[in-house]
């Protein structure tokens, strides 16, 4: 089945410390793996892809994201975290779906990175 | 460029209702799809798309109903209201599924 798993729900951290918020998938076939950010009572903006190419890829706001397949991660990263950063964020990957032949977004459940001051 | 519009953003409805919510894009996407956003539940695929015509069951499909009659627009009925459908619903549209997804700003549902 194809997924994406977020293990943590809430990730802490001190403005000014690098932050990692994890993500994990299962896919058949060559991942197209997203990160999307999500500010209170609003839509989802789109951070970053990794679709093929290095393995570091760079997005929005300096953050990045390294895609690790022997792990299947797609782990994001920042080197210094800011207030401002506080936010829900997404991972996920683009599924082959079900009975026609295209492909919609999974998402996995979010995970609520906290910077304090 | 106004991207992907949802209509209402706000609604409250009684037990057994029915009403459509409206989603519009006009990036000329290929692609459209509609997600519900629940606490701890990051958000589900209910419908998608793949072009004017084509449209197909996600992971949370009962209670819901779409069409896709122009490139341009993809509604979500709810054909009789429960409360389990109060959620957040947005609609999202990309171009081939490649690139990102570009999501409209939400309807928040109460269904009392």
């Known amino acids: 089945a194809q997924s994406v798993a977020q293990p943590e729900d809430q990730v802490n951290v001190a403005e000014g410390n690098p932050l990692t918020v994890k993500c994990t998938y299962s896919?058949?076939?060559?991942?197209?793996l997203f990160w999307y950010v999500q500010y209170p009572n609003r839509g989802l903006q789109f951070l970053l892809k990794?679709?093929?190419?290095?393995?570091l890829v760079k997005g929005s706001y300096g953050f990045e994201a390294e895609f690790n397949k022997s792990q299947t991660s797609f782990h994001l990263k920042k080197p210094s975290a800011l207030v401002s950063d506080s936010a829900l964020y997404f991972c996920?990957?683009?599924?082959?779906?079900?009975?026609?032949?295209?492909?919609?977004?999974?998402f996995g459940k979010g995970t609520t990175l906290s910077v304090s001051s | 460029n106004a991207g992907v519009t949802q209509t209402p953003k706000f609604q409250v409805l009684k037990t057994g209702q029915s009403m459509t919510l409206q989603c519009a894009q006009d990036?000329?996407?290929?692609?459209m799809s509609w997600y519900r956003q629940d606490p701890g539940m990051g958000l589900r695929l209910i419908h998608y798309?793949?072009?004017?015509?084509?449209?197909d069951q996600g992971e949370v499909p009962n209670g819901y109903n779409v069409s896709r009659s122009t490139t341009e627009d993809f509604p979500l009925r709810l054909l009789s209201a429960a409360p389990s459908q109060t959620s957040v619903y947005f609609c999202?549209?990309?171009?081939?599924?490649?690139?990102?997804?570009?999501f409209g700003s939400g309807t928040r549902l109460t269904v009392v």
């Open positions: 798309s793949v072009g004017a015509g084509i449209t």
């Open positions: 990794y679709i093929t190419g290095d393995n």
């Open positions: 999202a549209s990309s171009q081939d599924g490649s690139g990102g997804y570009t």
């Open positions: 896919v058949s076939g060559n991942p197209y």
């Open positions: 996920a990957v683009r599924a082959a779906l079900y009975n026609q032949a295209g492909t919609a977004l999974i």
């Open positions: 990036m000329n996407h290929e692609y």
